[in-house]
């Protein structure tokens, strides 16, 4: 459920999706990121876009069963988009003419300051999900190195209240990032790192990627399998070993099953084949297509005998 605060932040309650699958393996990441929360560290998520980070933060804030605030890194974000700024004045005007021969006139104006995302969190003892947090201008986030290690949030004078708050207790953070050679990644500080409890997210092992498949496509499990086997085929072909990600399988299903409505199973043909081109060789580079081709080439023949 979402509401909105009369400071304008977007409020929800994480609620576990129906479709969302666990293996053992991605219930052994959540309970490892759960216990690092509960004993009051950050969790960083950091991994290659595809493998499921923003899902996994909210199952892992949906555990926390408090409410929480996502916000996604901006490159033109500053530290008011985190904290707050002025939105406007309030005009007091109050005219007094009680007694005919006396006019009394006061007039007061005064800033009219808002809370954004970090500081509703802070205050109300909400998760903040900060996905993509590395978007951000390094000194956009420096607000982040008091509130992490010393619990306390430094407000701007204009807030009309003291300059600062403590946190409170329940709030929890939960980051999210791309590896720092992804084009817009900007250099994160590593005071702010080692605030944090970074888990390093790669491509998930073979029974989740599967499960993942079949969930999200409704295909059959040995169709799911014959996908993410191709995949990993495509990945060992290549130097950067952790792309194609399970997205890439996922994309594959949803485009197979639809071909399953007029047969009654794959048809590992030139038509199936182009279907895998489209959809993995744009993440890989030009000199290692060939070699690509050759796999996947390599791989459908022998789903074919």
């Given at each position: 459920m979402e509401k909105k605060m009369d400071n304008k932040v977007d409020i929800f309650t994480p609620q576990k999706e129906e479709d969302f699958v666990e293996t053992p393996y991605i219930k052994e990441l959540t309970e490892r990121a759960v216990s690092y929360i509960r004993a009051g560290f950050p969790v960083h998520l950091?991994?290659?876009?595809?493998?499921?980070?923003?899902?996994?933060?909210?199952h892992i804030a949906a555990q926390l069963a408090q409410p929480s605030v996502l916000i996604s890194g901006e490159y033109e974000f500053t530290t008011s988009d985190l904290v707050g700024r002025i939105y406007g004045y309030r005009r007091n005007y109050l005219r007094d003419n009680y007694i005919s021969s006396v006019l009394k006139i006061e007039e007061n104006i005064s800033p009219e300051w808002i809370d954004n995302s970090l500081t509703t969190a802070c205050k109300y003892g909400f998760t903040l999900i900060y996905d993509e947090f590395t978007r951000s201008r390094p000194e956009t986030n420096n607000v982040l190195l008091s509130v992490l290690a010393e619990r306390i949030l430094p407000l701007s004078a204009s807030s009309g209240e003291v300059n600062y708050i403590k946190v409170h207790p329940n709030f929890a953070a939960i980051f999210t990032s791309n590896p720092e050679e992804y084009a817009g990644v900007q250099p994160s500080q590593d005071a702010l790192h080692d605030r944090m409890v970074t888990m390093e997210l790669n491509n998930f092992d073979e029974e989740t990627e599967i499960a993942i498949t079949q969930a999200k496509?409704?295909?059959?499990?040995?169709?799911?399998?014959?996908?993410?086997?191709l995949v990993k085929k495509v990945r060992e072909a290549k130097s950067n070993k952790l792309?194609?990600?399970?997205?890439?399988?996922?994309?594959?299903?949803?485009?197979?099953?639809?071909?399953?409505?007029d047969e009654s199973t794959f048809s590992y043909d030139r038509a199936f084949k182009q279907i895998f081109l489209d959809i993995l060789m744009p993440e890989v580079p030009k000199e290692e297509r060939e070699k690509v081709r050759e796999a996947i080439e390599e791989a459908l023949t022998a789903e074919r005998q």
């Open positions: 950091s991994g290659p876009v595809g493998v499921g980070k923003t899902t996994l933060a909210l496509s409704n295909l059959p499990f040995e169709d799911a399998q014959r996908i993410v086997n792309t194609p990600t399970v997205r890439a399988c996922i994309v594959i299903g949803k485009v197979l099953k639809l071909k399953l409505k």
